[in-house]
């Protein structure tokens, strides 16, 4: 294998390899039925991020407009049909304000236990203390709107704080095939160790499983951090008060 042939094919691996890794689609190729499922799964995973970001928008819209609704004087459910409309996931809780008779705090509990909507179970609660006690809603709802506020501004942070080293790890998995580019660049000819002998392929199998588990378990760590950073697990925000 001449030089010039063995630094395209390093390129070429590199470059398959490197669009792959960050997916696990390589070690997915080796298996179909795997690939179908891990395909799967990224696309449920994907859905539900989209799903649980429109919801944390809908009830931080819902919150705000609720709280002027309220102190402009109108009454909870009229408020709450108001505030909410034209808002993407709230449907239940719009038709349980519509009706004299429908269960407000249990609508809005029930957004509260899906993606991204721990804000609505803390509007649930002020909601029930409300219809117990007669208070007023205003202070409540304004309160939780603080909250999500906080939530929000806590997520954005902590995603940013979490980029650097995510960047980090994703640059040091694409390092080892700068590294067989470089050596057949000058020379050595890796290529020819890794796919031509039996323990260069070995080396190379395992180089890739180590590569690949390496950037998946920097993730998984970043994303329990960002959940315990947040408050996630408990399916609240991370400051009602």
Do not use: K, N, Y
């Not at 102190?71 to 009706?99: D, I």
């Not at 603080?146 to 929000?152: F, G, K, N």
């Not at 199998?205 to 998946?216: E, R, T, W, Y």
């Amino acid at each position: 294998m001449s030089a010039g042939t063995s630094l395209v094919a390093a390129l070429l691996l590199a470059g398959i390899a490197g669009a792959l890794l960050p997916a696990g689609g390589f070690l997915a190729r080796l298996d179909p039925v795997g690939e179908r499922r891990g395909r799967g799964w990224r696309v449920r995973r994907r859905s539900g991020r989209r799903l649980a970001a429109r919801t944390r928008d809908s009830l931080g819209e819902l919150s705000s407009a609720l709280v002027a609704e309220l102190r402009s004087g109108a009454e909870p459910r009229p408020a709450m049909l108001a505030a909410g409309s034209g808002l993407v996931g709230l449907e239940p809780v719009l038709a349980a304000a519509a009706g004299s008779s429908g269960d407000v705090a249990a609508a809005l509990a029930s957004v509260g236990r899906g993606p991204g909507g721990s804000t609505a179970s803390a509007l649930a609660a002020a909601w029930r203390v409300g219809e117990l006690t007669g208070c007023g809603l205003a202070a409540p709802v304004a309160r939780v709107l603080r909250a999500h506020r906080a939530h929000d501004r806590l997520r954005r942070e902590v995603a940013a704080e979490l980029a650097g080293p995510i960047a980090t790890a994703s640059l040091l998995a694409v390092l080892p095939l700068v590294g067989v580019a470089l050596g057949t660049a000058l020379g050595a000819d890796p290529l020819a160790f890794l796919l031509g002998t039996g323990p260069g392929r070995l080396v190379l199998s395992a180089g890739v499983v180590l590569d690949v588990a390496g950037l998946a378990w920097t993730r998984r760590i970043a994303s329990a951090a960002t959940a315990g950073c947040l408050g996630e697990e408990a399916g609240r925000p991370a400051d009602q008060t």
